[in-house]
């Protein structure tokens, strides 16, 4: 995943394509990939939050993760999905989940103003969202204990650091601190509006310091064991 690839062209649309797999189902991916000219990328590495014996959500039972992304144009994205859904069998539990999110880039804006109105016509209309909740090392359970209450099945939990600068610390309304969890939470978008509220309530997001959350639109998924958009039901 480290090979250099052509870039797109600077005119087409693109989306982001995240797996959350397995290791043995992230090397795998490697290998199919290759074999899709799909030679750059980034890998980051996380945890589930799966605690049910019968499986949640995300269909994964191991709690190691990674988590695989790359840009890739629109018009490859559904068929590049359907291929890693069939290969990696994505549609039977443990096997990972694969979803894709709009990106938008500079030289599209210049070249077409009206660009960011469509992704944002978009968004509304995408059945699944993407919650990232961004907390203090050692919050991550208790992020997914309110989640869960909320009628959330399952996130993956990444680890970081904020970079201590005094305008990352203003942006983001909170203090730095060394260390970081990043919980990332899939979901129905219809269920997101009470997550994000308990959330921001019981966590006291109002307060500086405690964290900060947002969410993103999802335009294809696979993967979700009840998801009525996976690619088994396309």
């Not at 994000?196 to 998924?221: C, Q, R, T, W, Y």
Request: proline letters at 3%; glycine letters at 10%.
């Amino acid at each position: 995943m480290n090979k250099q690839t052509k870039e797109p062209a600077g005119g087409r649309a693109l989306l982001i394509v995240t797996l959350i797999l397995n290791e043995q189902q992230c090397h795998r991916f490697d290998r199919l990939a290759k074999a899709k000219d799909i030679r750059s990328g980034i890998i980051v590495y996380g945890r589930g939050t799966v605690k049910s014996a019968t499986l949640n959500l995300f269909g994964i039972k191991s709690q190691k993760r990674e988590i695989v992304n790359f840009l890739i144009e629109e018009d490859r994205a559904k068929e590049t999905l359907d291929y890693f859904a069939r290969e990696l069998r994505l549609n039977e539990p443990g096997h990972g989940i694969a979803f894709a999110s709009r990106v938008v880039s500079l030289t599209q804006v210049m070249r077409n103003p009206d660009t960011l109105s469509t992704v944002q016509a978009m968004e509304g209309e995408s059945m699944y969202k993407k919650l990232t909740v961004v907390v203090n090392r050692g919050m991550a359970e208790t992020v997914m204990e309110i989640a869960r209450k909320s009628g959330v099945k399952g996130g993956t939990v990444i680890h970081g650091r904020g970079t201590g600068s005094d305008v990352t610390a203003k942006l983001l309304g909170m203090e730095i601190q060394p260390e970081k969890e990043l919980v990332m939470i899939l979901m129905p978008g219809d269920l997101v509006e009470k997550v994000v509220n308990d959330l921001f309530h019981e966590l006291k997001m109002d307060a500086p310091g405690n964290g900060i959350l947002f969410v993103e639109p999802v335009s294809e998924v696979r993967g979700l064991v009840d998801a009525k958009c996976n690619g088994k039901n396309k």
